[in-house]
């Protein structure tokens, strides 16, 4: 469970693993909580020192970073797990010494805050 900066609880699940030994990654998945591994804080860190942008309702691209109109903290902080987890998965195989091509699918489910 993870608990989004709005106070949602969120069931966080990780699966669809294609590429890559598909099984190396799965087991790994499933033997790790890589939700509480993961560098959560270090990948929003990156994103705000690099800009974050998004598209508005007419298809121009917008600052996001905080402090901006299109400011969501839940999505900064969903987008950073979602590339932290990617970057766990990646060092896991470059530590097996396989560097495949790899495809994960993430899924959060949030309650209704």
Do not use: W
Request: negative net charge; contains cysteine.
């Amino acid at each position: 469970m993870v608990t989004m900066p709005s106070g949602a609880i969120c069931e966080y699940r990780v699966g669809g693993v294609s590429g890559a030994p598909a099984d190396i990654v799965s087991a790994f998945v499933a033997s790790h909580d890589i939700v509480a591994l993961a560098d959560v804080d270090g990948a929003i860190a990156q994103a705000r020192a690099d800009g974050q942008t998004m598209y508005d309702e007419n298809g121009d691209l917008q600052p996001a970073g905080p402090g901006s109109a299109m400011y969501d903290a839940d999505f900064e902080y969903q987008s950073a797990l979602n590339l932290a987890v990617s970057e766990l998965v990646k060092s896991h195989l470059e530590e097996t010494g396989d560097l495949a091509p790899y495809q994960l699918n993430m899924q959060a489910d949030c309650d209704d805050q």
